[in-house]
C-alpha cells in the first residue's frame, strides 16, 4: 500500500490553521491528580441550565429518557469531534458497514449535518478558480459552496448507472497523471460525487463503475468526496448495496459523508465525515474554531436512538424507511405513466426521493415552472439548478416523491402534463411566429 501525502490537497488558508495553545493545557487534564482543583474552564456552570431531566416518545410508544446526566450533557459543550459515546457507535457502525481497508489510519469527526462536512471539506480545499471535478447533474447544496470560488468546473456526465468512468477521464484529459506531483499544476484536487440515490438523478452508481473511478483517482492522485446520504434509502436488499468508495479505498483518498437526516431527522442536522486523520484533523480544526462543537442535544438524542435500537433495532428501522420511500416511488411512477407517457422520459430512481424527468420537446423548463406551474397548482424544481453552468438551457425537471400522497402526486403530474402541453403549444407558436411573422 502506498503512503499518501496530502499536502497537496490543502489550501493556504487550511495549511495554516492549527491546535489552539489552550488545547495542549486541557489535555492536561487527564493526568492530573484526583485532588488537582481546575480553575481554567470556560463552560457555564449545569446548576444554570433551566432544564433538569426530559423525556421522548418513540413511535413505537416508547420512551427515550434523558436523566439529569444526561440532561447536562445536552446542554453542555461538547468536544469538537463529537459526543465521545455518539463517536464511538460511528464509528463502529461505519467500520461494520463499510470495512474500509485503511481503518487504522482514518478517522471519523461528528458534523450539523452532511452539508457542514461538505462545507468544511471543500473550504479545505477549494482556492479561487480552481478546476472542480463534479458529478453533473449536481447537488444544489454542493454548487452553492463551491460556486464563490468562481471554479472552472468540470462536469462529468452521469446516466441511470451514475457517474460515467469514460467522462471523468475525458474531462481529465488535458493533465497527465504525474502532474499531481507539480505543485504549480493545476490538476483538481478531487471528485465530488454522489454514488447513491443521486439528488437530482435517483441513480445508484454501479460497482463496476466505483472500481473504474477509483482507479482513475488513484492514478491522478485524487481525493474522492463521497457524499453518501441516501446509503439506506437504495430500493434493493442491503446486501446487494454496492460496495461505498470507502470500502474501495485501499489508498486512503476517500472521504465519505454520511447523513441521519433522511433516516432519523433532519432538524437534529447529525452527520458525520470518515476519511484520512490527516484531512479530519484539518476538518476537526475548522469545525473547532467555526462551531466550538456540534449540537450536544441534537447527538445525545441521536446517540441514545441507537443504543436503545442495537444493530438490528437500526436495520429494522432503515428497513422501513427504505420500504416507505419505495413504496412512493412506484405511486410517482404510476401517475408519471399515467399522465407524462409520450411527453417526458425518465428512468426509474434505483433509491432517494427523486424522479429526474427531460421534457424533450421543450428547449427549457426554467421560465415554464417560475412563471405558469403555480396557475396550474403543481410546483417542481427545473433542472437547470442542478447544472453547473446556470446559464445554459435545461430540458429536465426534478419531482419529490417524498412528502406527498399517491393521490396528491396524480393531482400534481396531471397538472404538470397540462402545463407541458401548454408550454410545447406556446414554444410552437413562438417558433411559428419568429419564422412566418
Ligand atoms: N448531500 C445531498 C446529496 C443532499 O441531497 C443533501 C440534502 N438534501 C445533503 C447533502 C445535506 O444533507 P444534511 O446536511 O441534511 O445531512
Not at 268 to 276: E, K, Q, S
Not at 347 to 363: Q, Y
Request: proline fraction near 7%.
Amino acid at each position: 500500500m502506498s503512503q499518501m501525502k496530502y499536502d497537496r490537497f490543502l489550501n493556504e488558508i487550511s495549511r495554516r490553521r492549527e491546535p489552539s495553545l489552550l488545547r495542549e493545557l486541557f489535555s492536561l487534564q487527564v493526568e492530573a491528580p484526583e485532588d488537582a482543583v481546575f480553575l481554567m474552564a470556560g463552560m457555564p456552570n449545569p446548576d444554570t441550565f433551566p432544564l433538569v431531566e426530559g423525556s421522548l416518545t418513540l413511535r413505537d410508544g416508547r420512551a427515550l429518557t434523558l436523566s439529569p446526566k444526561k440532561m447536562v450533557d445536552c446542554l453542555q459543550y461538547g468536544p469538537t469531534p463529537g459526543y465521545p459515546p455518539l463517536l464511538k457507535q460511528l464509528k463502529d457502525l461505519t467500520q461494520r458497514l463499510h470495512e474500509p481497508p485503511r481503518w487504522r489510519d482514518s478517522d471519523v469527526v461528528v458534523t450539523t449535518g452532511s452539508q457542514s462536512g461538505l462545507f468544511m471539506a471543500m473550504e479545505m480545499m477549494m482556492s479561487p478558480n480552481d478546476y472542480v471535478l463534479i458529478e453533473e447533474p449536481c447537488y444544489t447544496g454542493a454548487i452553492s459552496i463551491l460556486a464563490p470560488y468562481s471554479p472552472r468546473y468540470l462536469p462529468v456526465n452521469s446516466d441511470s448507472e451514475g457517474m460515467i468512468p469514460d467522462s471523468l477521464k475525458a474531462a481529465l484529459s488535458r493533465w497527465r497523471p504525474k502532474d499531481a506531483q507539480d505543485p504549480l499544476s493545476d490538476i483538481p484536487k478531487f471528485i465530488y460525487t454522489i454514488p447513491t440515490a443521486c439528488n437530482p438523478t435517483g441513480a445508484v452508481t454501479s460497482e463496476e463503475r466505483r472500481r473504474e473511478i477509483y482507479k482513475t483517482a488513484c492514478e491522478y492522485n485524487l481525493l474522492i468526496l463521497e457524499d453518501d446520504p441516501y446509503y439506506f434509502l437504495q430500493f434493493m436488499d442491503e446486501e446487494k448495496f454496492p460496495s461505498s468508495y470507502l470500502r474501495l479505498d485501499t489508498e486512503g483518498r476517500v472521504l465519505r459523508f454520511d447523513s441521519f437526516s433522511k433516516i432519523i431527522a433532519s432538524g437534529l442536522r447529525v452527520g458525520w465525515v470518515t476519511g484520512p486523520q490527516p484531512l479530519i484533523r484539518k476538518i476537526n480544526l475548522h469545525k473547532g474554531a467555526s462551531v466550538i462543537s456540534s449540537a450536544s442535544m441534537s447527538q445525545v438524542v441521536v446517540n441514545e436512538l441507537l443504543e436503545m435500537w442495537g444493530d438490528e433495532g437500526l436495520r429494522k428501522h432503515v428497513r422501513e424507511v427504505r420500504r416507505f420511500y419505495h413504496t412512493q416511488r412506484d405511486a410517482m411512477l404510476l401517475a408519471a405513466e399515467k399522465h407524462l407517457s409520450g411527453l417526458c422520459e425518465w428512468s426509474v430512481p434505483a433509491g432517494g426521493m427523486f424522479l429526474w424527468i427531460k421534457v424533450g420537446r421543450i428547449s427549457d423548463t426554467w421560465s415554464m415552472v417560475l412563471e405558469r406551474a403555480m396557475k396550474k397548482k403543481v410546483m417542481v424544481v427545473p433542472g437547470q439548478g442542478f447544472m453547473t453552468d446556470s446559464s445554459s438551457l435545461c430540458q429536465y425537471l426534478r419531482l419529490s416523491f417524498s412528502a406527498n400522497t399517491p393521490l396528491n402526486m396524480e393531482k400534481g403530474l396531471c397538472g404538470l402534463a397540462q402545463l407541458i402541453r401548454e408550454e410545447i403549444e406556446l414554444q410552437n407558436s413562438h417558433q411559428f411566429l419568429q419564422k412566418w411573422g
